[in-house]
């Protein structure tokens, strides 16, 4: 099992330089007690790409932050549900139902800067597939996005 915090500890570690160069505030909120039956590696590259994507699109002097928490379902079930959320450009509405496809980018006049491919977000949503997950997104234009992440906090493996 991965102990989140001290997991996020390191990713934040990680990313604290490129937040570090625009002047944004990076930081985790994450309960001390909490683990999670998971591929660590692949964890590190869904938050990799959410916390590398928040920070490109967001502002000098913005904020970026991650929450985790323990949830139980009603079917008794428990999951672990991750929040990523920033104070960035947002993403217009029309866009996105689209945003988790390959290669498909919000426009590539304000992405062409930051030049990416549109790869991120459907390896992460692929790899949350793996993972017998959900990810969604809300988000204002001007004023922010959220990435909502929920996991099963164990995994049941097929035989
Ligand atoms: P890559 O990740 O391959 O380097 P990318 O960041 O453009 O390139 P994705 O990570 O798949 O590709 O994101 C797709 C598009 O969704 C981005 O081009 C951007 O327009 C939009 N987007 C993703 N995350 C955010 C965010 N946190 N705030 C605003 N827009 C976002
Ligand atoms: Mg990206």
Redesign the pocket.
């Known amino acids: 099992p991965v102990h989140l915090a001290t997991f996020f500890d390191s990713l934040l570690e990680t990313m604290s330089k490129v937040a570090e160069k625009k002047s944004i505030s990076l930081s985790a909120e994450v309960p001390e007690e909490l683990f999670i039956e998971a591929d660590e590696d692949k964890l590190r590259q869904i938050f990799l790409?959410l916390l590398s994507?928040?920070i490109?699109?967001t502002h000098e002097g913005g904020n970026v932050k991650v929450r985790a928490i323990n949830r139980q379902k009603k079917d008794g079930t428990e999951t672990v549900v991750f929040t990523v959320t920033?104070t960035?450009?947002?993403?217009p509405r029309k866009d996105l139902p689209r945003?988790f496809e390959r290669f498909?980018?919000?426009d590539k006049a304000?992405?062409r800067s930051?030049g990416?491919?549109?790869?991120?977000?459907?390896i992460v949503k692929h790899l949350m597939d793996l993972h017998h997950g959900a990810i969604s997104v809300e988000s204002d234009l001007g004023i922010g996005?959220t990435f909502i992440l929920e996991l099963p906090l164990l995994q049941e493996y097929e035989i």
């Open positions: 790409n994507n928040a490109s699109y920033d960035g450009i947002g993403i945003i498909y980018r919000v304000r992405s930051s990416g491919t549109g790869l991120g977000l459907s996005s």
